[in-house]
């Protein structure tokens, strides 16, 4: 490239920076993309959310200020028709729309791309809100307008080919999980006492505190398991589900052996320094805390949900992955782990398949760059 011509502008659009890991995946793409020599613009509907002090060095930041994200649509053409990027990037269903109606109704000359981190069909079923209850029916009508779909793992493709869409609009391409600096960050302390030499072994669960993750099927495991041995319980993050979480572990009796810290902005180190990491989601696109705690060398078990466990266990080589929901499987599974854990450095290697050099080359040829 002539150094003396404009670099290649891209835009990465969401709604905030909220704390989940599609957004997470968002944030280690743009540095992937900085790093690959393209300008890029990260553009909020609004700036705000726990992982806005990791926005990557190199990322300009577009807050578009608006106090709903349909709002953002006026505000995302003029930025677009300002900017020039040549492509779209978007993630999580509303975001998707937005950019979707907002090339097609501005008739702009930009190619856009979004991304499916969930099975669409699973998360309706489970969801108790209307609007992603309907959220199938408006990737069928919306998403053919986009010029290529993106989706975490080959079960969330075949998801989507499910609800109709055209095998031809949809690509594969595994989330970019291991960063460089993730084996720093395992190394940090954990300023916890359940984490200190001879303490009893502590199973790790990471998510939002909501009705996907499935914490309550977690949590009655641990229950079981605990009557044979002495063992504590950790789930990082934070959600809706919180106050019912918090009943069902006073109802079992558990409120000194289960602890729910809230979000934490290295979840890696207390993956190191766990013994088992637990997987217990009702659906999922890509999970990628299971690939970070398997980066982390912990042993795994995970629930043989749609999808992306499967895929990334190998039909179970690098863990036992167990019914959805059920209690006294997964129970009996992370008791097996524990006293028969998958050699870490195999685990580690297979994450090493999830790596951010691989998704950034992909990703550059479905947006054209």
């Known amino acids: 490239m002539n150094p003396e011509q404009p670099k290649t502008r891209i835009a990465l659009f969401m709604s905030a920076l909220d704390g989940g890991g599609a957004e997470r995946i968002m944030?280690?793409?743009?540095?992937?993309?900085?790093?690959?020599?393209?300008?890029?613009?990260?553009?909020?509907?609004?700036?705000?959310?726990?992982?806005?002090?990791?926005?990557?060095?190199?990322?300009?930041?577009?807050?578009?200020?608006?106090?709903?994200?349909?709002?953002?649509?006026?505000?995302?053409?003029?930025?677009?028709?300002?900017?020039?990027?040549?492509?779209?990037?978007?993630?999580?269903?509303?975001?998707?729309?937005?950019?979707?109606?907002?090339?097609?109704?501005?008739?702009?000359?930009?190619?856009?791309?979004?991304?499916?981190?969930?099975?669409?069909?699973?998360?309706?079923?489970?969801?108790?809100?209307?609007?992603?209850?309907?959220?199938?029916?408006?990737?069928?009508?919306?998403?053919?307008w986009a010029d290529?779909?993106?989706?975490?793992?080959?079960?969330?493709?075949?998801?989507?080919?499910?609800?109709?869409?055209?095998?031809?609009?949809?690509?594969?391409?595994?989330?970019?999980?291991?960063?460089?600096?993730?084996?720093?960050?395992?190394?940090?302390?954990?300023?916890?006492?359940?984490?200190?030499?001879?303490?009893?072994?502590?199973?790790?669960?990471?998510?939002?505190?909501?009705?996907?993750?499935?914490?309550?099927?977690?949590i009655q495991a641990f229950a079981e398991l605990r009557q044979h041995r002495p063992i504590r319980l950790m789930i990082l993050g934070e959600g809706q589900d919180r106050p019912m979480l918090e009943r069902l572990i006073q109802d079992l009796g558990l409120g000194q052996e289960v602890l729910l810290p809230g979000f934490v902005s290295n979840p890696y180190a207390y993956m190191a320094k766990s013994s088992v990491f637990v997987l217990s989601s009702l659906f999922e696109g890509l999970p990628t805390a299971l690939i970070e705690a398997m980066a982390a060398g912990i042993p795994v078990v995970s629930t043989d949900c749609e999808s992306g466990p499967r895929e990334i266990l190998i039909n179970g080589q690098y863990g036992p992955l167990v019914p959805i929901g059920d209690v006294t499987a997964m129970a009996e599974a992370i008791a097996k782990t524990l006293d028969s854990p998958v050699n870490s450095t195999s685990l580690k290697q297979r994450a090493l398949d999830f790596s951010l050099e691989k998704a950034i080359a992909q990703y550059r040829q479905v947006l054209g760059v």
């Open 148 to 218: 290529a779909v993106i989706t975490v793992s080959q079960g969330a493709a075949e998801d989507l080919a499910r609800l109709g869409m055209a095998s031809g609009l949809v690509k594969v391409v595994y989330n970019p999980v291991v960063m460089p600096e993730f084996y720093e960050r395992v190394k940090e302390p954990v300023d916890h006492y359940w984490f200190e030499p001879d303490r009893p072994p502590v199973i790790l669960g990471v998510g939002r505190l909501e009705r996907q993750k499935d914490f309550p099927t977690l």
């Open 27 to 144: 944030l280690y793409l743009a540095r992937g993309f900085v790093e690959a020599g393209l300008e890029v613009d990260l553009v909020l509907a609004k700036a705000e959310g726990p992982l806005m002090s990791q926005i990557p060095p190199g990322v300009r930041l577009i807050n578009l200020k608006s106090k709903r994200l349909i709002l953002s649509l006026p505000i995302l053409a003029r930025y677009v028709r300002k900017q020039k990027p040549v492509a779209l990037l978007s993630a999580l269903e509303d975001a998707n729309l937005v950019a979707i109606w907002t090339r097609r109704l501005m008739r702009l000359p930009v190619r856009v791309v979004v991304t499916v981190h969930n099975t669409l069909s699973r998360e309706a079923q489970n969801a108790t809100n209307l609007k992603r209850r309907i959220a199938p029916y408006l990737v069928k009508l919306f998403y053919p």
